[in-house]
C-alpha cells in the first residue's frame, strides 16, 4: 500500500509560480498513476491533473491547462505539480492521489490512495 505525502504549499502573489511534491513511499510511482485535486473552502473537491503510469501521458483540468504542469521523478519517487500564474481562484488544499489504472480518471472516487494535502493561497 502507497502513502502519499505532499509539501510545498505556502502563500503566493497572484502571477507568481510555485511548485508542490508528493512523495510516496511503500509503493513506487512508476506503479501508478498519479493525481492531483484541490478542495477549496465550501467546494466539492475537483481533478487537477494526471499522470499516468507506463505512458506518461498526462491530463489537465481546463481551468489549469496551460498554467500547470504535472511531472515525476522515478529516483525521487516523487510527483510534482508546477504552477504558474497563478490566480486567486487557485487557492485551495492541495491533494495527491495514486490508482493502479491507465488512462484519464477525474473523479476522486476512483483513486485509492491519497495524501493530507498542501494549502495553497494565492493573494491578489
Known amino acids: 500500500q502507497v502513502q502519499l505525502v505532499e509539501s510545498g504549499g505556502g502563500l503566493v502573489q497572484a502571477g507568481g509560480s510555485l511548485s508542490v511534491s508528493c512523495a510516496a513511499s511503500?509503493?513506487?510511482?512508476?506503479?501508478?498513476?498519479m493525481g492531483w485535486f484541490r478542495q477549496a473552502p465550501g467546494k466539492q473537491r475537483e481533478f487537477v491533473a494526471r499522470i499516468s503510469k507506463i505512458t506518461g501521458s498526462t491530463y489537465y483540468a481546463d481551468s489549469v491547462k496551460g498554467r500547470f504542469t504535472i511531472s515525476r521523478d522515478y529516483a525521487k519517487n516523487t510527483v510534482y505539480l508546477h504552477m504558474n500564474s497563478l490566480k486567486p481562484e487557485d487557492t485551495a488544499v492541495y491533494y495527491c492521489?495514486?490508482?493502479?489504472?491507465?488512462?484519464?480518471?477525474?473523479?476522486?472516487?476512483?483513486?485509492?490512495?491519497w495524501g493530507q494535502g498542501t494549502q495553497v493561497t494565492v493573494s491578489s
Open positions: 511503500g509503493g513506487a510511482v512508476s506503479s501508478y498513476s
Open positions: 492521489a495514486a490508482d493502479s489504472s491507465m488512462g484519464v480518471r477525474t473523479t476522486p472516487i476512483t483513486y485509492d490512495w
